[in-house]
């Protein structure tokens, strides 16, 4: 007699900027954040590197400060723990490291990780090198002898994972969104993509009015509370 092997349901979690400010890091929407010392469009554009390089290496240097001295919330620490039953794809809208750091085996940045940097020379852009430390200095370059730039994307350029994004969503058993408002395209689009009526959750302190979402269950919670509450449920539950 052959033994059925439950199939493991897939689990994939968009996360957003309100999953890092648990763990104290900024976004440019907080009126106290980092953001404030800045014009978005002077350090996170195209436009803004071909015009000072060295402002904007500043800017990326004192936010990969933080999230260096940052540490995992219970948010991250969670669905790092649903790993455990769970096939589990965190798909994140965060440039900072913290769900690895956490736990989580497989995570996918949609606009970069800032731990990394790249050449400026288009034909070689997909080659990232780790930075050692929270520096990246103008004059530092790839083996080419290419000024490096932060591995992020910036407004007005292209998601490039954004298809393989899709792909893990529409293939979703369970799909939760934490720390998003959900107004940053086109990632914020991700969310349709999931099957119809599988289970859905969003964990946000906020309601959030999404239309034509089915079957979805809404955590009125700060992600570092809500998620550690939804992820023993999923946990007890299968």
């Not at 402002?55 to 936010?63: D, G, Q, T």
């Not at 899709?166 to 293939?171: D, G, K, N, P």
């Not at 999931?194 to 906020?206: C, H, I, M, S």
Request: charged residues 25%.
């Amino acid at each position: 007699m052959k033994l059925l092997h439950k199939r493991v349901k897939k689990v994939v979690v968009f996360s957003g900027a309100g999953v890092s400010a648990d763990s104290g890091l900024k976004t440019f929407r907080d009126s106290d954040g980092l953001w404030e010392e800045y014009n978005v469009y002077d350090v996170a554009t195209p436009e803004a590197w071909e015009k000072d390089q060295k402002m904007v290496l500043e800017f990326y240097n004192k936010r990969r400060k933080q999230i260096v001295e940052a540490k995992p919330n219970a948010a991250h620490i969670a669905l790092a723990e649903l790993e455990k039953k769970f096939d589990v794809t965190v798909i994140t809208q965060n440039i900072d490291d913290l769900h690895q750091r956490a736990g989580s085996t497989k995570v996918l940045h949609l606009h970069g990780n800032i731990q990394y940097a790249r050449s400026t020379n288009k034909s070689k852009n997909e080659i990232l090198y780790p930075i050692t430390g929270w520096e990246l200095n103008y004059g530092d370059k790839c083996p080419d002898g290419y000024q490096l730039r932060p591995h992020v994307v910036w407004f007005g350029e292209d998601v490039p994972m954004m298809s393989k994004a899709i792909e893990v969503v529409q293939h979703a058993d369970i799909l939760i969104i934490t720390g998003t408002s959900l107004t940053v395209y086109p990632a914020a689009g991700l969310v349709y993509k999931a099957p119809k009526y599988n289970e859905k959750y969003l964990v946000d302190p906020k309601p959030i009015h999404l239309t034509d979402l089915k079957n979805l269950t809404q955590i009125n919670e700060n992600a570092s509370t809500g998620v550690p509450k939804l992820v023993k449920k999923l946990l007890d539950s299968y």
